[in-house]
T-cell receptor
């Protein structure tokens, strides 16, 4: 069975500092991995995805994520956090062998960036 | 460009009442999904429709039914609402095919069951 773990309920960081939001996954085969962001009272918005190739994936708003197969991780990173990055972040996985796009989501990590 | 539209945005029900959440997408996507979001539990898949004319159960289908009315519309019905179904419901859609297709989400429907 597929699963995603986001071990931190909340991450606090000062504006201008680098941020990391952690994600580990479990799938039977090779994964497609995604990060989505949710602002208050809004739906989820796509940030970035890993399909294959380069382990460092760049996405929207200056975010990037590093795929690490040996550690089964896909941590979200940004070199310099902004107050406007404060939101709820979800990691999601899809098994490549699946013939649908249905995703399994983690429980979410709330990012709080302080001025 | 509307994307994915959900109605209603808010609804309060009494236990035992029924209701239908509506979802429509204008992106000509083949696949549609219903998720529920609960604090500390992330998003859980209720039902999905890989293509017009097909529906399948997700992780938490009990107490729900769905209808894929046509390619654009995918509705979620609660026949006899229970307080455990208090949640925020999200509809999403994606193109179907090879590759890692991105899900596009609606703004959500907040349901309270008293």
């Amino acid at each position: 069975a597929q699963s995603v773990a986001q071990p931190e309920d909340q991450v606090n960081v000062a504006e201008g500092n680098p941020l990391t939001v952690k994600c580990t996954y479990s799938v039977s085969g090779n994964p497609y991995l995604f990060w989505y962001v949710q602002y208050p009272n809004r739906g989820l918005q796509f940030l970035l995805k890993y399909i294959t190739g380069d382990n460092l994936v760049k996405g929207s708003y200056g975010f990037e994520a590093e795929f690490n197969k040996s550690q089964t991780s896909f941590h979200l990173k940004k070199p310099s956090a902004l107050v406007s990055d404060s939101a709820l972040y979800f990691c999601a996985v899809r098994d490549r062998a699946s013939n649908t796009d249905k995703l399994i989501f983690g429980t979410g990590t709330r990012l709080q960036v302080f001025p | 460009n509307a994307g994915v539209t959900q109605t209603p945005k808010f609804q309060v029900l009494k236990t035992g009442q029924s209701m239908t959440l509506q979802c429509a997408q204008d992106m000509n996507h083949n696949s549609m999904y219903w998720y529920r979001q609960d604090p500390g539990m992330g998003l859980r898949l209720i039902y999905y429709s890989a293509s017009e004319g097909t529906t399948d159960k997700g992780e938490v289908p009990n107490g729900y039914n769905v209808s894929r009315l046509n390619k654009r519309e995918f509705s979620l019905r609660l026949e006899s609402a229970a307080p455990s179904q208090t949640s925020v419901y999200f509809c999403a859609s994606s193109e179907r095919g090879s590759g890692a297709n991105v899900l596009t989400f609606g703004a959500g429907s907040r349901l309270t069951v008293l």
